[in-house]
Every structure is written in C-alpha cells, then in structure tokens.
C-alpha cells in the first residue's frame, strides 16, 4: 500500500506564512515527481508547484514569487513553503506523487488534502 498524506494548513493573517508537508509512505520503489495543487470553492483544481526527481522546479505564476517547493528524499516528503500570503490563497491545498511501487507499478497518488485560509 501507498498513501501520501498532507499536514500544515491553517489560518493565517495576510502577509504571513505557512508550511505545509507531505509524506509518502508504503511499498515504494521510487517517487518520480511531487507537486502541489490548490482547489478553492467553485473554482477548478489548479496546480501550484512541481519538484521532480531530478530537482526540477515549476510554479504557477500566481505564486512563484512568494512559494518554494523543496523535498527529503530521504523522508520521503515535500514541502510548500508558502509567504507573503494573500486572501487569495484561500483553498485545499493536494498533494500529488507519481510512485513507483516495489512491484514496479507507477501511478499517481493524492492526498486528502489540508485547509489553507488567509485573513486580510
């Protein structure tokens, strides 16, 4: 079994920070890229950023300049260090994984995702 699961969200006032982490787990051969998602109410799931394997960084342009992604592949989890954080912030914020198994079975995987709200 896999399972990636999130944690961090909050409130937070206008202007100030959050971390949030995922954490992968189970029979895992290799994780291939991690990302972050964000959906808020009535609006479409939308990506927010990427890591890949090879280090690779891709954020949306909504957030590139006050979000960093970063992960320990030896704990198996990605981080979104997010600042400078406005009220359009507000949303579930998912994690996502393309996997591996150890029987060499890649899928992607979500988590349940974490509540993010931002006070002005």
């Known amino acids: 079994q896999v399972q990636v699961v999130e944690s961090g969200g909050g409130l937070v006032q206008a202007g100030g920070s959050l971390r949030l982490s995922c954490v992968a787990s189970?029979?895992?051969?290799?994780?291939?890229?991690m990302g972050w998602f964000r959906q808020a109410p009535g609006k479409q799931r939308e990506l927010v950023a990427i890591?890949?394997?090879?280090?690779?960084?891709n954020y949306a342009d909504s957030v590139k300049d006050r979000f960093t992604i970063s992960r320990d592949n030896a704990k198996n989890t990605v981080y979104l260090q997010m600042g400078s954080l406005k009220p359009e912030d507000t949303a579930v914020y998912y994690c996502?994984?393309?996997?591996?198994?150890?029987?060499?079975?890649?899928?992607?995987?979500w988590g349940q995702g974490t509540q993010v709200t931002v006070s002005s």
């Open positions: 890591i890949t394997s090879g280090g690779g960084l």
């Open positions: 996502n994984a393309v996997i591996m198994s150890n029987g060499m079975n890649t899928r992607v995987y």
């Open positions: 189970g029979s895992i051969f290799r994780i291939n890229h």
